[in-house]
């Protein structure tokens, strides 16, 4: 697992290394905190060398839904090049979804950041959670065929693991900050 969290480390930024926090691990799936995202993903290994990655950024002005799949033989792939694929759940209808070319410590992959509060993002991540295969396709040639099992413990880990996070964000971390209710002695 920790060579999950070094791939996913340097996942936006290749050229510079993040701070990543192990939070839980839930069958394969490894939740961990990313502080460049301001938010935990999950993160799971796959037999065919590939790599899944489905967790929250919380670093734009709205919350992000960050995806992503590496695979070592991917080497035709061009970094920040667009890439229109297919993702099927189970029998459900497919999502025809953009991502784009990545290189993480040279392991070619795709990414993208979608806004998770739209509605199409939560239905995307419920079809996740709920599905028992993802099916991975780009014009009609199959990346990879994903066991979605433990996805919904998992993804419930990355939400407590972000409000966590936030919540550990709102709390200052000085309580004497602020003066004791307006004194400029708190302890008058």
């Known amino acids: 697992m920790r060579l999950i969290a070094v791939l996913f ?41 590939s790599f ?10 709205d919350l992000g839904l960050r995806l992503a799949v590496l695979n070592q033989a991917w080497t035709s792939l061009v970094v920040d090049d667009p890439y229109d694929l297919v993702v099927r759940f189970d029998r ?33 991540v419920r079809e996740f959670q709920r599905s028992l295969n993802m099916v991975w396709t780009y014009r009609g040639t199959e990346l990879g065929s994903f066991s979605l099992r433990g996805t919904n413990m998992a993804m419930n ?3 407590a693991c972000t409000e966590s996070y936030l919540d550990a964000m709102a709390t200052p971390s ?12 708190p302890f008058q």
Not at 26 to 33: C, K
Not at 52 to 61: H, K, N, S, Y
Not at 95 to 106: E, F, K, L, S
Request: proline residues 5%; charged residues 15%.
């Open 174 to 185: 000085d309580p004497f900050a602020g003066g004791g209710a307006g004194k400029a002695d």
């Open 52 to 61: 899944v990655f489905i967790g929250l950024d919380t670093t734009t002005g």
């Open 9 to 49: 480390a340097l996942l936006a930024t290749p050229a510079l290394a993040q701070n990543t926090m192990h939070w839980k691990t839930v069958g394969w799936w490894d939740v961990q905190f990313f502080e460049e995202y301001g938010a935990c993903a999950a993160i799971a290994e796959y037999d065919n060398n």
């Open 157 to 159: 880990e990355v939400m």
């Open 92 to 124: 459900r209808a497919p999502w025809d979804i953009t991502m784009y070319g990545t290189n993480v410590q040279g392991r070619p992959g795709l990414y993208n950041v979608f806004p998770a509060t739209s509605d199409s993002s939560g239905n995307f």
